[in-house]
Structures are given as C-alpha cells and as structure tokens.
C-alpha cells in the first residue's frame, strides 16, 4: 500500500477534543512515520492508545488508533517479507478498528481513521475479505457525509474533495455505478477547476473505476 489518505485530519479539525481524547495530529504522526519503517513511531502509536485503553478499555479512538498500530506492525513485517508471520497483528487490528465502530458509530474520528486504513488496504487483499473490506470503509464514508451534509459547503476544497472522491470511488469499484455518477456529479458542481473535477470528469468517459493512482489523495502526504 503506497498511499494513506490523510483528510481525515481536516474533518477532524472542526470537533471539539475533550479532554480524555487522543492527540490527533501526534498519532497521525505517529502513523505515517510507521508506516514508512519507523520503529520507533510504531512504539509510541501503541503506547499512547494502550496507555488510554488501560483505563478505558472501551475507549473508541485509542482502539481505532491502536488497531492502526497492529495494522502499521502488519505493513512494515511484511515489507521485510514476514508476511505469514504478521497475520496474527493484521487479524488483530482489523478486529480492534471494527469494534471501534461498533461502540462508536457516529465518531467522526473513528469512522474516517478505520476509511483510511480499509480503503487503500482493500486493494492488496483477497476475495471474499477485499469486498467486505471495501464495504466497511464505504459506510464509513458515507456515514461522515450524512452526519456532515448540512456544512459540506464549510469543508474546504481538500477534506470536501477527498471525501467526495473516496465515495465515488468506492461505490464505482463496488459495481454501484448510480452511486458513485451522483457523488462525482457533485465534484464537478462543488470543486470546478481542481484536479478532483478533471478526474471526475475522466471517470465520466467510461463509469468504471479509476486507477489507484487518479484515486489517491490529492496533495498530501504518502508513505512509500
């Protein structure tokens, strides 16, 4: 997985953090700086959300970030080619960030954090778990839309078009071509001129989905 979509820190830039809330920005830090073979950023990942879990087992962003950490131990053993090895951290993380979920459904945080991870993730994954895979981020998604419709016009060009674009292009790889017409149809009424309405546009030509790479973030970070 080369890219990691990082809008989830704009959308989340608009919630209030309350004081037993992770910081944000210093995980996601902590991520991407894992995920590009940092050790070291990979152990504060896990110890910052274990630290919280350990009063407050339940607490649904650390087990969303600490799920991300099992995830970023998955990715950087199989770049060393320990795959098999590292299965028990992927299965592991992956059932953490559904939990997540499960215990906080309308957490913005959660959502687009387990969206992040599922998406670009799915690609690299096997039938029948890619298309599972790809269905949880899609609700993941589309649940941050419904609960943000009314100020969608307030996100700023960035978190508004990665949003829209990761829909649209979820729902076209999921064969929901109706779907994801409308959610492109949007970029190109909402985000002229941008690099997001010429790849709608692209996607317009054909209604099939886009390569990965016109589906990747537009600017932002990537971890090789």
Same mark, same amino acid.
């Given at each position: 997985?080369k890219?990691? @979509? %990082?809008? !989830?820190v704009? %959308? ?5 953090l ?12 902590? !991520?991407?700086?894992? %995920?590009?073979g ?11 959300s274990?630290?919280m879990l350990?009063d407050?087992?339940? *607490?649904?962003?650390? !087990?969303?970030w600490?799920g991300?950490a099992?995830? &970023? ?6 770049q060393? &080619?320990?795959m098999p090895g ?10 953490e960030?559904? @939990?997540?979920?499960s ?7 959660v @959502? +687009? ?6 998406s670009?993730a799915?690609r690299?994954?096997?039938?029948p778990?890619a298309?599972?895979t790809?269905?949880? $981020?899609?609700t993941?998604l589309q649940?941050?839309?419904?609960l943000?419709r009314? &100020? %969608?016009?307030?996100?700023?060009? *960035? ?13 076209s790889?999921?064969g929901?071509?109706a779907? =994801?017409e409308?959610?492109y $149809?949007? +970029?190109?009424t909402?985000?002229? /001129?941008?690099?997001?309405?010429r790849r709608?546009a692209?996607w317009m030509?054909t ?5 990965a =790479?016109?589906a990747?973030c537009? &600017?932002? *970070?990537?971890s /090789?």
């Open positions: 997985m890219t990691i @979509r %990082l809008f !989830l704009m %959308l989340m830039a608009g919630t209030l309350a004081q037993d809330r992770l910081d944000s920005n210093q995980m996601r830090n902590y !991520l991407f700086s894992a %995920l590009s940092n050790a070291e950023a990979l152990q504060g990942l896990y110890d910052a274990e630290k350990k407050k087992p339940d *607490h649904a962003q650390a !087990l969303v600490h991300a099992n995830f &970023g131990s998955f990715f950087m053993e199989a060393k &080619g320990n590292a299965m028990g951290s992927l299965q592991k993380g992956l059932g960030m559904d @939990r997540a979920v215990i906080a459904p309308d957490d913005l945080e @959502r +687009i954090m387990r969206a992040v991870i599922y670009p799915s690299q994954m096997p039938e778990m298309g599972a790809i269905e949880k $981020a899609r993941d649940r941050t839309f419904d943000q009314s &100020g %969608l016009d307030r996100l700023g060009t *960035h978190p508004l078009g990665e949003l829209l674009q990761s829909l649209a292009d979820l729902n790889r999921q929901k071509t779907d =994801a409308r959610y $149809a949007m +970029i190109l909402m985000l002229k /001129n941008t690099e997001y309405a709608a692209e030509k209604k099939s989905p886009l390569p =790479a016109q990747n537009v &600017g932002c *970070h990537v /090789n």
